[in-house]
């Protein structure tokens, strides 16, 4: 396995189902990030097989309505001084704002600056959302 030096202080992103690392690594915008960012692919996992896993190397605000949203499954620690200080369990959110872009060509919303639009989750197994000015459903 390859060699990654320790992280310090941190937030690694652990559990990711595998290949969906390079998805969360853009809706993070990982790659216009000045800090030390790894992504690893396709690691080994007792409990999933394959998994890909991020570091990054900062104590960066981590968008978790973002990481809820690609894949609940995910765990973030976060890690000062070389220990995991914090284990957070992720959940599909029941709500998220400017994330999402409504698909109804007749939404207010493509009209009209509105501002970040709200979407409600209205399915959990399909990850479906509600607009919450059209009711069109969209998912991510
Ligand atoms: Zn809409």
């Known amino acids: 396995m390859i060699n990654v030096s320790k992280l310090k202080k941190g937030v690694v992103i652990d559990h990711i189902e595998a290949n969906k690392g390079y998805k969360i690594f853009n809706q993070l915008k990982l790659d216009q990030s000045e800090d030390v960012v790894v992504l690893m692919r396709n690691v080994p996992s ?25 894949d609940p499954n995910v765990t973030v620690n976060i890690v000062e001084n070389g220990e995991r200080i914090k284990k957070i369990k992720l959940s599909l959110p029941e709500k998220v704002m400017g994330i999402l872009d409504c698909k109804n060509p007749r939404c207010i919303s493509k009209h009209e600056n509105v501002g970040d639009i709200g979407f409600i989750l209205v399915d959990k197994e399909k990850k479906l959302y509600r607009c919450e000015y059209c009711d069109a459903r969209t998912s991510l």
């Open 46 to 70: 007792q409990k999933m097989g394959k998994k890909d896993l991020i570091k990054i190397e900062n104590d960066i605000n981590v968008d978790l309505t973002v990481l809820g949203l690609i």
